[in-house]
């Protein structure tokens, strides 16, 4: 098993359509998570960190469930901007490596 | 200010070269790390320097990897006898500080270095 599980999508969706990603981790140790973005051959920018309670950013949401070891991304009123690769990042157990999962790509159509 | 830099951007080599790739981190940030990404898949970590402690490079492929950084400065990452495998994005990334157990502290990438090794 991966140790961050994400589904690949591509997720095809029209502008203002919410869309959900989902993201599994297997270590019940880590602490620190976060959704990454990266664009078609560029470097991963952070877009949120995601916080026990869930936070919200705008049009973003991400939720953490840690008796699942589950967390997601919602993006409400999608816009042809976001598409994207939404990667999800969980710390290894206590350390401060970060583990990637492999991305779930959005296309965000007109 | 300034972002991390990486040098060169693209580098094509034949197999068996060596080849050095340089990261500038932003100014200030102690951490440092160096990631590698084939093509259509996530980010593997290769090495951790914090400040002036001993690397972490447990995620160094093999010995023909390997890595330097001179206390809270440059890096460079140094690719012997190159294979083909090789071939992949190569990113750096710095943060603040430390890691601390919970922390969610930011790494910033740089827009990393595409080597092709034929």
């Known amino acids: 098993r991966k140790e961050v599980e994400q589904d690949p999508g591509p997720f095809n969706v029209p502008e203002g359509a919410t869309v959900a990603f989902n993201c599994t981790y297997s270590?019940?140790?880590?602490?620190?998570f976060f959704w990454y973005r990266q664009d078609c051959r560029k470097e991963p920018k952070l877009l949120m960190s995601v916080y026990s309670s869930g936070n919200e950013d705008g049009r973003f949401t991400a939720q953490l469930n840690r008796a699942s070891q589950y967390i997601s991304l919602l993006i409400r009123d999608s816009k042809l901007s976001d598409s994207a690769t939404y990667l999800c990042?969980?710390?290894?157990?206590?350390?401060?490596?970060?583990?990637f999962g492999s991305g779930t790509r959005l296309l965000v159509r007109p | 200010g300034a972002g991390v830099s990486q040098s060169p951007s693209n580098k094509v080599t034949e197999k068996g070269k060596d080849v050095e790739l340089r990261c500038d981190p932003i100014s200030g940030h102690t951490a440092l790390y160096w990631y590698r990404q084939r093509l259509g898949q996530g980010l593997e970590f290769l090495i951790y320097?914090?400040?002036?402690?001993?690397?972490?490079k447990s995620g160094l492929p093999s010995d023909r990897f390997s890595a330097e950084r001179t206390g809270e400065s440059v890096s460079t990452l140094t690719i012997q006898r190159t294979q083909q495998e090789d071939s992949a994005v190569y990113l750096c990334?710095?943060?603040?500080?430390?890691?601390?157990?919970?922390?969610?502290?930011?790494?910033?990438f740089g827009p990393g270095t595409r080597l092709t090794v034929l």
């Open positions: 320097f914090q400040g002036n402690s001993a690397p972490d």
């Open positions: 990042v969980v710390n290894n157990g206590s350390s401060y490596k970060l583990i």
């Open positions: 270590n019940s140790a880590s602490q620190s």
């Open positions: 990334a710095s943060s603040l500080r430390f890691y601390r157990q919970g922390d969610h502290n930011e790494q910033f």
